[in-house]
């Protein structure tokens, strides 16, 4: 992640802040720089290998270990300076335990036990610090810092840790109302200007480092989620994946009249016998892109890839009343694509087409690993209709003949040997009705599935 993204991920008042304290506003190029620098301190305990999850504990870690740090430091000087310097004390020793535990941190990269130390400091020393300043009211409460124990763990312990952080801190409350008296009695107070200065400072510093705690956790878990919710969409149609994520299962529906089509490279196998690997790849990633392209651009929905082999369909997951043109109009624009791509790159490349259009079940397969798929005797036969085509030709069953013969320009080729089905009469689609593509209305459907959906 670079600085420009983390300026998305961090508050706005911080930088805001920065450029206050400098007495000008940041330019763009200073703002990423310092996003950069701050990138930097916060990921010095990941790892390449940790998970979105892992990376946000651990930059959780180091800003409640920064945070905690930096307060002991203010506190320590301001106890020392009013002339309490045992006081003045307690706050160094959290920076020391702090300081060591960062820098263990740092050369294991791993958080494992080392949270605790750092979270029980926060219960004792807090009490301590408010019992050597004379109690409740001449401490300033200073004990509610333990409050950032339980709150912290509730962000990097495990859950069941959370309510023995909380029981701590409720006993931190009970043990200092229980010794007020007697150390109020034996302990010299502050001036009540410094009393309830620090009580203001108590109550702000543990309101702002909460709120900077929190809305650093809240902007990198939401960023996790984009990602995760963009991942799920590269497999998954929005519609069905918003229906998983409510808990929906299982996911079949049945589609009355959908258009389904294959593509397949014809002679691939012997094609990548003479290619490297990396070669056979950067080919297919290159004219699969340009289909998932015509994909986005008629609001088809790709089903799947399986080596050479594309499937798309329309009017699944949401039914559209002009899927098999799409579908067709689609089928055209690849072709030409295919031989736009042969033309640039001096390639031989050759697609076998087969369409077909009809009824069949789509739903989610698997539960580790999910696949949105389609089933049915209409996706069987666009498959025969690839595979028992031609090489740059597009194959289509009667039905789509007899949907589109007004729109389209056909070639009859007449029966062919189908498995599972029999002689079955074919066509070649070759292009459109007066050499035309009206696209715009082609897309409608996909603004209406987009509007259904947001």
């Not at 899927?323 to 295919?338: G, K, P």
Request: aromatic share 8%; with cysteine; glycine share 8%.
């Amino acid at each position: 992640m670079d600085g420009s993204q983390l300026q998305g991920l961090t508050p706005r008042w911080w930088f805001g802040s920065t450029a206050a304290e400098s007495g000008s506003e940041l330019d763009p190029v200073s703002r990423t720089a310092l996003a950069h620098r701050l990138r930097r301190v916060l990921e010095i305990g990941c790892l390449p290998t940790d998970s979105d999850q892992e990376k946000v504990r651990k930059e959780v870690f180091v800003v409640m270990n920064l945070g905690g740090a930096l307060a002991g430091v203010v506190w320590a000087v301001m106890y020392t300076a009013l002339g309490k310097p045992y006081s003045g004390l307690i706050p160094r020793i959290q920076s020391l335990v702090v300081a060591v535990v960062l820098a263990r941190f740092v050369v294991t990269k791993r958080l494992g036990l080392l949270p605790v130390p750092f979270l029980a400091s926060g219960i004792i020393l807090p009490l301590w610090l408010q019992l050597s300043l004379g109690g409740y009211v001449h401490g300033s409460a200073v004990v509610m810092w333990a409050f950032m124990a339980p709150l912290f763990s509730l962000l990097i312990r495990p859950a069941r840790e959370t309510g023995i952080w909380l029981a701590a801190f409720v006993g931190d409350l009970v043990l200092a109302a229980l010794l007020d008296a007697s150390v109020a009695q034996n302990v010299q107070p502050l001036p009540n200007v410094a009393i309830l200065t620090l009580f203001a400072l108590n109550i702000a510093g543990i309101g702002q480092l909460t709120f900077l705690v929190i809305s650093y956790f809240r902007a990198q878990r939401d960023a996790a989620e984009r990602r995760s919710e963009r991942l799920l969409l590269n497999v998954l149609p929005e519609p069905i994946a918003a229906r998983l994520k409510r808990g929906e299962e299982p996911i079949a529906d049945h589609h009355d009249d959908i258009t389904v089509l294959f593509a397949d490279l014809a002679g691939f196998t012997v094609r990548s016998a003479h290619e490297t690997p990396a070669e056979t790849v950067a080919v297919l990633n290159e004219v699969f892109s340009v289909f998932d392209g015509l994909v986005s651009r008629y609001g088809l929905e790709k089903i799947r890839t399986i080596g050479d082999s594309y499937m798309v369909a329309a009017g699944v997951p949401v039914a559209r009343p002009d899927h098999a043109q799409a579908i067709c109009a689609m089928a055209l624009d690849l072709r030409r694509e295919v031989a736009r791509l042969n033309s640039e790159h001096d390639w031989d490349l050759s697609f076998r087409i087969g369409i077909n259009c009809g009824p069949a079940v789509a739903g989610i397969v698997g539960r580790e690993k999910f696949h949105y798929d389609l089933w049915g005797d209409t996706v069987n036969i666009a498959s025969r209709m690839e595979s028992h085509g031609l090489p740059d030709q597009i194959q289509v069953t009667e039905s789509v003949y007899e949907r589109l013969k007004d729109d389209f320009v056909f070639e009859r080729r007449g029966f062919i040997d189908v498995k599972g089905k029999g002689a079955t009469l074919t066509y070649l689609l070759v292009g459109r009705v007066g050499d035309h593509s009206d696209s715009e209305s082609l897309m409608a459907g996909k603004s209406t599935e987009r509007s259904m959906f947001g």
